[in-house]
Structure formats: structure tokens, C-alpha cells
């Protein structure tokens, strides 16, 4: 067991947090902060700034006030999330912070923090080294600098980052990282200087000595670190984990100092029995010494008092095994692997010896598998996605260094005013920075700023109207028919919302409800074209043709000369099955312009369902002629092919469909068939299941699946596949082959 390594490892995640730690949560409430210095809030005073230039008109510094205000507020929010350790939450609000403010030097620190403790090691390093260019004297960002190349064992680069920061501003926690970086760099010397001034400069204090006891201790000088736990002791005899600190420096000089470990951890567990350090060495000495029952027993109770320890449970089944107990020691190693992963030697020698076990019981297979698992451990690959997960912190370096978070948090309730307080401020900085935009018609930024006004604060005043006026003025359709559903639904009579948002419904293809959202103004329609024909036609396709022609005919009497709105009510007798007048609608706007997008295509949709398939053919290829990447004609001459038995020739139409549109469903359901019928089953079953996973409710995409099964040998998947097809035929109704136009 390596001992060493986890030990190391646990104090290098301790003193990560130590200090630095502490000034990121402050930043967010984490602690009760002076009066004067709580309301001096530079969020607040960037968005009062703000107010003021608004007033007066000055748009411009009043949109670089706002955004310095959001920059600030997301900073905090970001912090209270770093506080609760959620990672990943606070990384997205810092980057939006950055985003808003380049200059907040404090959020790219604490992004940094946040990519760090997510695994994210080299995008951290990247952040915190750009913040370091930017200011070579940002005495955090130096520290933070120092702390990642120490984790990563960079010991001369954190030691210049240190050095520097220590230069700048003198204090006891970078005083103490850049001594144990100096004993890591084995540099005794330097390192000493810094305690002596340490201990010279403070009140006698077993945690100082205890600290600098630590620190020799991990680093290999055992004789120093005994004579730093001794005078802790004798400063402080019934403080909690000093004896158990030295117990464990006396198991590390060897066996000859293991009774003096033992009446040490003894002594602990005097003042705590639970005390899991001293319980978990307490049964090391013992299994050294071939006392495996002994060993067993002190082991149990350092498993119950930190179930999490892979260590202890290790220890606890290797002293089962010893005893000859294979099936509690199955049972032990088996708890351990729960949850545990990574490259250290305790998880390759915990799957290692649950292979021995196991083969004792004669569980052969069971045993070659946790053996293979011990390999890759050990052959180091890659857990995580590349990712470096953090280590679990040390109880008893947790309770030495008292800035180390704790597992659990929950907000106060000052705490969660604040949020609240903080979460209006910047949905009404958004709001006023989105008004700011829209003013100057960059309605794509109005359009993200009032997203997040709505984000933190969806009660703002004339929010909704905002929004979706924006986001109709950027062309965001769909985000402006929620917000305008809103607003006009608490002004019904307000005709411009009802054509904005009727004309988005249109846009999204949700024809019934512009349909529905039209109707009340059809008699007094704006002569704007756009908004006329997105009524007719959104009346046409929810089944009103009377109404919807109606609409259009007028339309076409004051625009005869446009070959779009021909195309378009072309479009719209097709879908009614009025193939006639859709033909000369179509005749009329190619005689108007030649090369107009989607005409032929038009023309061929019209041949295709009055089963002319070798006139649709043509027409299809006419606008493939006119624009190569016409891909909905390529993929109704291939499904024409298929119609005629040809499948050779629309396999290589349907690839290159697929080269263009990867995500498409009936793509991949028609090359499938084709393939199948070709006699590829392997190329077949890879794009239907490909089919099936873009659309799961296609039914006969599990019919042809079901087919290619057999063929592949497969009767199970065939059985399975072909089960589900006949429950999806009796819930909906398919027709065989899929639609003609599918998904284009």
C-alpha cells in the first residue's frame, strides 16, 4: 500500500484551499463582513452610474456602466456557487462575466478556481497565467499561479510565482507554501528561515507547529517534523490531532518507533475515540507486525469512522484475507471499488487483491476481470476523460488549516436576500442594457440581453414587450413568440403585437395558431405583404382555404408581377391537392424569373403526387442544375429511384444527401433500405439504427430493422425490433416507406 502517495495527495488538496480559498468566498457573503465595507458594493455602484448617464442621455457610458455592474454581480453569483463547490455553475457565470467586463481581473482568478477544482487543469493554468501577463502584481493571481504548478509538481515555477507574491505582500499563507515548495525543491535552508521568522514573529501556538511540522513531514524530513508535533504537545497536551500527527511521523521512521506510534494514537483516541487517523495506523502497526486480527479490529472501526476511505477498507480486506475470511474479504475490497477510480497504486492493488480473493472461491472469470481492471490501472490510462480528478480532502490537515471548506452548505437567509437582491439588480442591468441596444437597432444584442433580463428577473415592467419586439426586429422568431403570446395576451386589442407575433408563429411553422392570432384583424390587415401573406397562408395550411385565398388572391391583384408570391400560393393549392392551379401559378413565376430557388422543386412536388415520376425527375434535376446543394431534390430523385426498383442508383444520391444533412432521419431510413436491398445487411442495420436514434417513432423504420436483424443471424434483435414496430403501427398508423418529403 502506497501510504505516501494518498498522504501527499491530501495535502497538496488541502493547502489549495488554504487561504486562497477563503478570499473567493468572501468576495460572494461567505462571511459577515463590516457595515462600510458591505455597502460599498461595486456592482451597486457601477448600476448607479449607469442611472446617472442614462438620464442624461449618454447611452454609451451608460452601456459600459451596465456591463461593468452585470460583470461584478456574476462575479458573486459565481462565488457563492464556488462556495458550494458546484464547479461547473459557477465556471458559466464567471465566463459570462469575463465576457461582460474583460477587465474584472478578480472573476478570471476565480474562473480559473472553478476550471481547476471541475479537472479542467490546463484551460485553469491557460487562465490564470493570462491573468498574471495582465498584472504581474496581482498578488492573488500569483498565489493561484503557484498553487497549480505545485499540484502538478512544478516545483520551480511555483516557487518563482511564490517568491514573487511574497515580495509584494508579506503574509503567514504564502510565507508557509513557499517554504514547502523550497523542501520539495529539497532546499532545507530557505524553507527553515521562513518557519524560524514564523515562529519568531508569533504568539507561542501549537497549530504554528503543528502546520510547520506538516509541511517537513511530507516532504521527507521526519527528524525535523518529530521535534515540531513534540513542541505542539507540550504547548498544548489535549490539543486534537497533534498526538495522532506525530504517532504517524513515528510509523514513517520505521518499525523500531512503532510502540512509541502506539501509545501516541493511544493518547488520541483518549481525547476522541473516533479519531480516524489513529484507528486507521493503529491497524497498519498491527498488520506489520502479523497481528491480523489485531489488525482487523482497529481496521472496522477506522471504516466506520470514514466510510469513504479506500485506504482503510484496503488495509481491512487484506487483514481478511490474511485471516483466511475470503468471502468478508470479497465483500470489503467489493465496497471499496465503489466510486473509486483513477491511476494511484491503492485502486491498481484493491482490484489486485479482490482477484485474489476471488480466486480462492473458485470465481475465475470474476478474478480475471479484476485483475485486467488492476492493468489499466496500473499501465496509468487516462480516467475521467483526461480530466484529473480532485482528491479527497484530509480530516486531520482539514481540521489543522480551519480555511478548508466543509462538505455541506446551505445558505443563510442574509445570504439568500442578498441573491435576491443581487438576481434583480442584474435582470434590470440586462433589461436597461437591452433597451440601450434595441435604441440603436442592434436588436440581436437587445434580443440576448433581454433573455437575460428574463433569466434573473422575469417581473420586469415591459420586459416581455421588449423582448419580443427585439427578437422579431433580429428575425429571432422563435424567441419572440413566447414573450409577444405574453404581452398581448395582457393587451389583446394591440394590433402591431398581434401582426408580430402572428407573423413569427408563421415563420416557426406553427400555422394554426397564426392562424388563430390573424383572425381577429382580418378585415383591417396593413398593406404590407409579408404580413398579408403570412396570414393567407398560415389560413390555408390550418384548413381555411376560403379565407387564406381570399387573402392572397387580393395580395396577388396588387403584387401580379412577383414570381415569390406566385411560388408561394403555388405551394399553397399543392398541399390542397389543386394541381392545376398550382401548375400555372408555378408557369406564371418561372415566366417571371427563370431561376427562381425552389420553383422547379415546386413543379417536381406537383408531378411527384399526380404520379408523373419521370416529369418530377426532371424538374427535381433542374434545380439540382441551378443550385448543387439543393438537397431536397437529390433526396426525391433517390426516393423516386427506390420507387422504381433502382436502388444501385439511389444509394450513391442518398450519400451524398447524408453528406450534407448527417442529422437527417428518412435519410438514413432510405439508404437503409436500399443498402438491405442491396444485400450490404451490416451497412443496412448501421443507418436504420442511425434512423431510429434521430426518430425513435419512426414504425417502419423497426420493420426494416427487424428484416436486417434476421439477415445479420440476429433473431432476438429481429423479434425485439419487429415488437416494436407493431406497437408503434398500433398507436399511429405509417405509411410503408416514409413520406415522400420526410424531413425536407
Known amino acids: 500500500m502506497n501510504v505516501r502517495v494518498n498522504r501527499r495527495r491530501m495535502l497538496h488538496r488541502v493547502l489549495w484551499f488554504a487561504g486562497f480559498f477563503a478570499v473567493a468566498v468572501c468576495s460572494a457573503l461567505g462571511q459577515e463582513r463590516p457595515k462600510t465595507q458591505r455597502a460599498i458594493n461595486p456592482a451597486e455602484q457601477h448600476y448607479e452610474a449607469a442611472q446617472t448617464f442614462q438620464i442624461a ?76 501577463r495582465q498584472n504581474p502584481s496581482d498578488v492573488r493571481a500569483l498565489v493561484f499561479a503557484g498553487k497549480v504548478y505545485f499540484m502538478q509538481a512544478d516545483y520551480a515555477k511555483a516557487a518563482e510565482r511564490f517568491e514573487t507574491a511574497l515580495q509584494l505582500q508579506p503574509n503567514f499563507d504564502i510565507g508557509y507554501m513557499l517554504a514547502l515548495t523550497d523542501l520539495e525543491l529539497k532546499k532545507p535552508v530557505p524553507a527553515n528561515v521562513i518557519f524560524d521568522e514564523m515562529l519568531a514573529t508569533s504568539k507561542p501556538d501549537a497549530g504554528i507547529w503543528v502546520l510547520i511540522g506538516i509541511a517537513y513531514r511530507e516532504t521527507g524530513y521526519l527528524d525535523r517534523a518529530t521535534v515540531h508535533f513534540a513542541k505542539a504537545i507540550q504547548l498544548e497536551p489535549h490539543k486534537h490531532n497533534v498526538h495522532a500527527a506525530l ?90 471499488t465503489v466510486g473509486s477510480e483513477g491511476t494511484d497504486p491503492d485502486t491498481a492493488e484493491l482490484h489486485e487483491r479482490l482477484a485474489e480473493a476471488l480466486g480462492r472461491l473458485g470465481h475465475k472469470d470474476e478474478a480475471d476481470k479484476e485483475m485486467a481492471e488492476a492493468k489499466k490501472v496500473r499501465s496509468g490510462t487516462p480516467q475521467r476523460g483526461g480530466k484529473v480528478a480532485p482528491a479527497i480532502t ?81 428575425q ?25 407575433l402572428g407573423v413569427s408563429y408563421y415563420m416557426t411553422d406553427q400555422f394554426a395558431k397564426s392562424a388563430e392570432t390573424f383572425r381577429p384583424i382580418l378585415d383591417e390587415l396593413p398593406d404590407n405583404p409579408g404580413v398579408r401573406y403570412s ?44 394541381f392545376d392551379e398550382a401548375l400555372r401559378e408555378l408557369q406564371r ?75 437527417s432521419a428518412d435519410g438514413h431510413y432510405q439508404l437503409g433500405k436500399a443498402l438491405l436491398e442491396t444485400g450490404d445487411t451490416a451497412g443496412a442495420i448501421d443507418q436504420l439504427e442511425t434512423a431510429l436514434q434521430l426518430q425513435p417513432s419512426q ?24 415488437q416494436k414496430f407493431q406497437q408503434l403501427k398500433d398507436a399511429k398508423a405509417n405509411k410503408p416507406g416514409g413520406s415522400p418529403t420526410g424531413s425536407f
Not at 447611452?59 to 456574476?74: F, M, N, Q, V, W
Not at 520505521?254 to 480516524?276: C, I, T, W
Not at 425527375?617 to 446543394?629: I, M, P, Y
Request: charged fraction near 25%; hydrophobic fraction near 40%.
Open 57 to 132: 442621455s449618454d447611452y454609451d457610458k451608460a452601456a459600459g456602466e451596465y456591463r461593468a455592474a452585470i460583470g461584478y454581480a456574476l462575479q458573486q453569483m459565481g462565488n457563492l456557487h464556488l462556495e458550494r463547490q458546484e464547479w461547473s455553475d459557477a465556471a458559466e457565470l464567471l465566463s459570462q462575466a469575463i465576457k461582460m467586463d474583460a477587465t474584472n481581473a478578480p472573476a478570471r482568478i476565480d474562473l480559473a478556481l472553478a476550471r481547476y477544482q471541475a479537472g479542467d487543469i490546463e484551460p485553469a493554468k491557460a487562465i490564470i497565467e493570462d491573468a498574471v
Open 247 to 336: 504517532g504517524m511521523t513515528r510509523f514513517l521512521q520505521g518499525p523500531e518507533h512503532d510502540q512509541e506510534a502506539h501509545e501516541l494514537f493511544n493518547s488520541e483516541l483518549a481525547l476522541d475515540a473516533k479519531d480516524y487517523t489513529s484507528l486507521y495506523y493503529l491497524g497498519l502497526i498491527e498488520a506489520r507486525h502479523g497481528k491480523a486480527r489485531e489488525a482487523q479490529q482497529w481496521l472496522t472501526q477506522a471504516v466506520a469512522a470514514r466510510p469513504e476511505s479506500l485506504e482503510a477498507r484496503l488495509a481491512l480486506g487484506k487483514a481478511d484475507l490474511q485471516l483466511g475470511d475470503n468471502e468478508l474479504g470479497v465483500k470489503v475490497l467489493r465496497e471499496a
Open 394 to 474: 484530509s480530516n486531520e490537515l482539514q481540521q489543522v488549516l480551519e480555511t478548508a471548506p466543509q462538505r455541506e452548505y446551505s445558505f443563510s437567509e442574509r445570504q439568500r436576500e442578498y441573491i435576491r437582491n443581487l438576481s434583480a439588480l442584474l435582470g434590470e442591468a440586462y433589461h436597461n442594457l437591452g433597451v440601450i441596444d434595441a435604441r440603436a437597432e442592434r436588436f440581436a444584442a437587445a434580443t440576448e440581453e433581454f433573455t437575460q433580463a428574463a433569466h434573473w428577473n422575469p417581473l420586469i415592467e415591459r420586459l416581455d414587450r421588449n423582448w419580443g419586439i427585439a427578437a422579431f426586429r433580429a
Open 476 to 500: 429571432h422568431y422563435a424567441q419572440a413568440t413566447e414573450p409577444l403570446a405574453r404581452e398581448l395576451a395582457r393587451n389583446p386589442k394591440d394590433v402591431t403585437l398581434r401582426q408580430m
Open 535 to 578: 396570414a393567407g397562408v398560415a389560413l390555408i395550411r390550418s384548413g381555411d382555404a376560403s379565407a387564406g385565398k381570399e387573402i392572397l388572391s387580393t395580395l396577388l391583384e396588387r403584387n401580379d408581377n412577383s414570381p415569390e408570391l406566385h411560388l408561394i400560393i403555388a405551394q399553397a393549392y399543392s398541399d390542397q391537392s389543386r
Open 589 to 663: 413565376a418561372l415566366a417571371l424569373d427563370p431561376q427562381l430557388a425552389q420553383a422547379h422543386y415546386a413543379l417536381g412536388m406537383v408531378y411527384f403526387k399526380q404520379g408523373k415520376l419521370d416529369e418530377a425527375v426532371e424538374e427535381f434535376s433542374r434545380e439540382l442544375s441551378r443550385d448543387h446543394e439543393a438537397v431536397a431534390s437529390e433526396y426525391q430523385i433517390a426516393y423516386i429511384k427506390l420507387q422504381q426498383n433502382r436502388p444501385l442508383d439511389a444509394i450513391p444520391l442518398l450519400k451524398d444527401v447524408l453528406k450534407q444533412k448527417p442529422q
Open 699 to 722: 414504425a417502419y423504420g423497426y420493420y426494416q430493422l427487424s428484416l436486417a436483424y434476421r439477415r445479420a443471424g440476429r433473431p432476438e434483435e429481429a423479434d425485439k425490433a419487429l
